[in-house]
């Protein structure tokens, strides 16, 4: 995946783009709170949970590099299809396994995240 010319894998490292990491982590705690229903962000709403401070240290971040971010947990590709993608990812907050649900624009111009709390994968 490709990122302001430069390439964007699971190697590339946490701090090399930290507003995105900071908003993506923000994001999920947010959504886990409001688990079960699906919110909607666009860059207005980024914008505006970034001023009210519900994403601490978050300040700049795109909606683009953060669809771009979560697309890169659900090993997805970079975006430009015909229509919107499902993805979900696994996570575990305060030792309780959830599922992060996230629903993409074709151009990352916006996404749908909803978590649900359910059993870890079997590994």
């Known amino acids: ?11 590339t490292p946490e701090n090399k ?7 993506g982590l923000g994001l ?13 962000v666009d860059q207005k709403k980024l914008d505006a949970m970034v001023a009210d401070g ?11 590099r953060l669809c771009l971010h979560f697309r890169l ?8 299809d015909h229509y919107p993608t499902l993805g979900i990812t696994h996570f575990w907050q305060d ?3 959830l599922y992060a649900v996230f629903y993409f624009s074709p151009k990352n111009e916006w996404l749908e995240i909803m978590v649900i709390h359910a059993p870890a994968p079997n590994t």
Request: aromatic share 12%; charged share 30%; net charge negative.
């Open 73 to 80: 947990f659900c090993r997805l590709g970079p975006g430009g």
């Open 1 to 11: 995946m490709r990122w302001e010319d430069q390439e964007l894998n699971h190697e």
């Open 17 to 23: 783009f930290p507003e995105v990491l900071f908003a």
């Open 95 to 97: 030792s309780v396994s």
């Open 54 to 64: 519900t994403l601490k240290r978050a300040t700049g971040v795109r909606i683009d």
């Open 28 to 40: 999920l705690g947010y959504a886990s709170r409001h688990q079960d229903e699906y919110l909607r």
